[in-house]
Nanobody, 122 residues
């Protein structure tokens, strides 16, 4: 599975962005998918995950502001980010794994996209 993340950019606090993660190479509809982010000097942080079709789980810092979704017809996962804050600034990575349940740790994912930069100005 190859993953290609896109959609990052510069946005003011309170604004919105939508990230996309396009998958290719294998049918990924059964894979667990997730978004992680990494800010300078910090560890990878779990953002959100989607599995078993439409089950979702969010990190506490984004709950209520971000929405993860997937369109298996076009093998793409999305992250709709609303009410963005400066502390959301990071490189966002999409990840996938053939496991069928929720995986919270980045080391458990076999496939990664290249990352897309999100910068939120105050």
């Amino acid at each position: 599975v190859q993953l290609q993340a896109s959609g990052g950019g510069l946005v003011q606090a309170g604004g919105s962005l939508r990230l996309s993660c396009a998958a290719s190479g294998r049918t990924f509809s059964t894979y667990v998918m997730a978004w992680f982010r990494k800010a300078p000097g910090k560890e990878y942080e779990f953002v959100a995950s989607i599995w078993s079709g439409s089950r979702t789980y969010y990190g506490d810092s984004v709950k209520g502001r971000f929405t993860i979704s997937r369109d298996n017809g076009v093998d793409t996962m999305y992250l709709q980010m609303n009410s963005l804050r400066p502390e959301d600034t990071a490189v966002y990575y999409c990840a996938a794994d053939a496991s069928r349940g929720l995986l919270l740790r980045p080391t458990l994912y076999d496939y990664w996209g290249q990352g897309t930069q999100v910068t939120v100005s105050s």
